[in-house]
């Protein structure tokens, strides 16, 4: 069986926990929808698949996402993920 180009979409949930040292609550608030803050930490809650398609070839991605660039491809005869951090087309 040949593999099959495949985009998944998920959403995450993630609790970031921020240390802030401010004299007013609202500043610190503020800091963290600026992104002017680092995090002290983070759990990760959950991911949620969001939608599933099979493509004939990779899509064009909006730049303003963050991009990894990481292709995966099951190899049946390994019986393992290998991955492929080229992005192509």
């Not at 995966?72 to 005869?77: A, F, G, V």
């Amino acid at each position: 069986m040949d593999n099959k180009k495949v985009v998944v979409k998920t959403v995450q949930t993630i609790v970031r926990t921020y240390f802030v040292e401010v004299p007013d609550p609202e500043w610190a608030c503020d800091g963290v929808c600026m992104g002017e803050l680092e995090e002290y930490s983070q759990k990760h809650m959950s991911e949620d698949i969001v939608s599933t398609e099979v493509v004939e070839k990779w899509p064009n991605i909006d730049q303003s996402e963050s991009i990894n660039a990481a292709v995966m491809s099951y190899d049946t005869k390994t019986d393992e993920w290998v991955t492929d951090v080229m992005w192509r087309n």
